[in-house]
């Protein structure tokens, strides 16, 4: 398989300061809504996705047995394990009737392109 | 059932992806794990034939003994009927997965009496049995109906996967289902002649709305990226860039 290059070239109207720490990982027609796509970025496995509101980014692996959180059902700003039905909210990362955290990382749109910055 | 020539396209396609580990169901699928995402297009492409249903609340595959053919003990043709069961039944969606079995006499090799639906070859017949389990929960099913042929034994499993999907509610298996229902009431609704000929009438209609091969998906996304992440591609995708 080859990898797609995530590059790290600047987007003009980010805040200098930071902006060498966003990452280009893809376009927006890359993800479908209300679903999730996963990337790997500075060695994390992060999933990508598409809310009617914009957008969310989470680790992608869940903090039970590792699921793919990516490939969840989306609901509610929520996305429910495919493996054992665990549940986090996309906005805070909090598990959802239980004490787990995944930690949610910055994702935004520029010209139709996904920029992800790591929290 | 399968033949030679399909047990070797499988074994060419576990050897040709490396695939970690072959391995042999209780419901007589052949399992192919630890594949990625992205190759599974690829793989079904390659391997050419249906996936046999192991995963969302649908009917399995139809589990049987060798029948009449090759056992001294077979007293009905269980592997033709189970055949024609799964036939009728696949792709069908259920409340719940529903196993089932066809087994050629009551030494039940194929575990007919714990199935959703199980139908078990008796002398100078077929018996019925619905509602058995034996996953987390152990359960012998009831004995719905006793019947002449298989062709009668098929159309009742039939009538009474119909009533399951309609009354059954979403995740109850159907041990859940006939315990809240109960067997009478069932018995009552799948036998009787009008209401069976109606029940068999509305699976008619799902049964012809359904696809029993899902991956046929793999020629038409629904979505490029379907099948694969941010930063990979569909093996099938890249199959075809090359030839392109």
Not at chain 1, 66 to 86: K, R
Not at chain 2, 72 to 91: K, P, Q, S, T, Y
Not at chain 2, 129 to 146: E, F, I, M
Not at chain 2, 218 to 243: C, G, M, N, T
Request: with cysteine.
């Amino acid at each position: 398989v080859t990898a797609r290059h995530c590059s790290t070239v600047v987007p003009g109207d980010f805040d200098s300061a930071t902006v060498a720490s966003w990452t280009r990982v893809g376009t927006v027609d890359d993800v479908p809504l209300l679903e999730g796509r996963s990337v790997e970025v500075e060695g994390r496995r992060i999933a990508v996705f598409r809310l009617p509101g914009g957008w969310a980014a989470i680790d992608a692996a869940c903090p039970h047995r590792g699921g793919p959180l990516q490939d969840g059902i989306v609901a509610d700003s929520c996305v429910t394990c495919p493996l054992h039905g665990h549940r986090f909210d996309l906005g805070s990362g909090a598990q959802q009737g239980g004490g787990a955290v995944v930690a949610v990382h910055e994702v935004h749109e520029r010209a139709g392109e996904l920029w992800l910055r790591v929290a | 059932v399968v033949t030679p020539d399909e047990l070797r396209r499988i074994a060419d396609v576990a050897d040709k992806y490396a695939l970690p580990m072959v391995k042999i169901t209780g419901g007589q699928r052949i399992d192919l794990l630890g594949a990625r995402k992205e190759q599974l297009p690829a793989i079904w492409e390659d391997l050419g034939m249906p996936s046999g249903y192991a995963y969302s609340k649908a009917v399995r595959t139809v589990k049987t003994c060798v029948g009449t053919d090759f056992c001294r003990f077979g007293l009905g043709d269980a592997i033709d009927v189970g055949i024609e069961l799964e036939r009728a039944m696949e792709g069908l969606h259920t409340p719940h997965k529903v196993k089932s079995a066809v087994t050629g006499c009551p030494r039940n090799c194929a575990e007919a009496y714990v199935k959703d639906i199980g139908l078990v070859a008796v002398e100078g017949g077929w018996e019925i049995y619905v509602g058995g389990a034996a996953g987390s929960t152990v359960r012998k099913g009831d004995l719905l109906a006793t019947v002449g042929t298989g062709e009668e034994a098929i159309r009742i499993a039939l009538a009474f996967l119909q009533h399951y999907r309609e009354r059954g509610e979403h995740l109850e298996r159907a041990y859940g289902y006939l315990e809240r229902v109960g067997i009478d009431a069932v018995r009552e609704a799948v036998l009787d002649p009008d209401r069976q000929a109606a029940l068999i009438e509305r699976y008619r209609i799902a049964k012809a709305a359904c696809d029993p091969d899902p991956w046929r998906e793999r020629a038409a996304p629904v979505h490029p990226r379907q099948f694969s992440e941010l930063d990979s591609e569909s093996e099938l995708d890249l199959v075809a860039l090359a030839h392109s």
